[in-house]
T-cell receptor, first 116, second 113 residues
Framework: KAGVTQTPRYLIKTRGQQVTLSCSPI?????VSWYQQTPGQGLQFLFE???????NKGNFPGRFSGRQFSNSRSEMNVSTLELGDSALYLC???????????????FGSGTRLTVV | QQQVKQSPQSLIVQKGGISIINCAYE??????FPWYQQFPGKGPALLIA?????SEKKEGRFTISFNKSAKQFSLHIMDSQPGDSATYFC????????????FGKGTHLIIQP
């Protein structure tokens, strides 16, 4: 059974550019969540998508956006990149939205974004 | 502000010893508390989880202890092995909500052979 696939694994971008990251969830999983991981702030919730709709967004500026397609695949976009956006971006899929004793996240291995 | 505070930041334990990681939360609405294990180059993976109506949960060598009145919970790894060397994150969530997991800052655990 294939896991959560994130592409690309590594990315180097210049300040001011924009970037799009992709996430393919586990087959049958309908919810996709995105997290940012940095040494200073740890793991922070970005947003969650279910049935092509954003359920909620964490405390991130409008430069961070995402979308989900009808096949549950998701993309996140960061515009006007800043040095502080350098991070590991993790995607997690689950059968239903959120996390509960009945179902939980499966995380991908992440996309390492470096902004120079 | 929703926060989960985790300690220690790093921990070194001898093989066969007990590793203990502690977390404290603020938001009493949280109703599910998972622990994740992360190896370098990989995403976090669910290790064990607990609901606040249970004071302890054990799965193999891993045990969660939960103190609802103190708003604290901890992970105990018994008979720690070198393969347990990883970063561990506690987390909390309001199930049914839409805010995602709130994570602790992580504990880098090293098990010395």
């Amino acid at each position: 059974k294939a896991g959560v696939t994130q592409t690309p694994r590594y990315l180097i971008k210049t300040r001011g550019q924009q970037v799009t990251l992709s996430c393919s969830p586990i087959s049958g999983h309908r919810s996709v969540s995105w997290y940012q991981q940095t040494p200073g702030q740890g793991l922070q919730f970005l947003f969650e998508y279910f049935s092509e709709t954003q359920r909620n967004k964490g405390n991130f500026p409008g430069r961070f956006s995402g979308r989900q397609f009808s096949n549950s695949r998701s993309e996140m976009n960061v515009s006007t990149l800043e040095l502080g956006d350098s991070a590991l971006y993790l995607c997690a899929s689950s059968l239903e939205p959120g996390v509960s004793p009945n179902y939980g996240y499966t995380f991908g291995s992440g996309t390492r974004l470096t902004v120079v | 502000q929703q926060q989960v505070k985790q300690s220690p930041q790093s921990l070194i334990v001898q093989k066969g010893g007990i590793s203990i990681i502690n977390c404290a939360y603020e938001n009493t609405a949280f109703d599910y508390f998972p622990w994740y294990q992360q190896f370098p180059g990989k995403g976090p993976a669910l290790l064990i989880a607990i609901r606040p109506d249970v004071s302890e949960k054990k799965e193999g060598r891993f045990t969660i202890s939960f103190n609802k009145s103190a708003k604290q919970f901890s992970l105990h790894i018994m008979d720690s092995q070198p393969g347990d060397s990883a970063t561990y994150f506690c987390a909390a969530i309001l199930t049914g909500g839409a805010d995602g997991l709130t994570f602790g800052k992580g504990t880098h655990l090293i098990i010395q052979p």
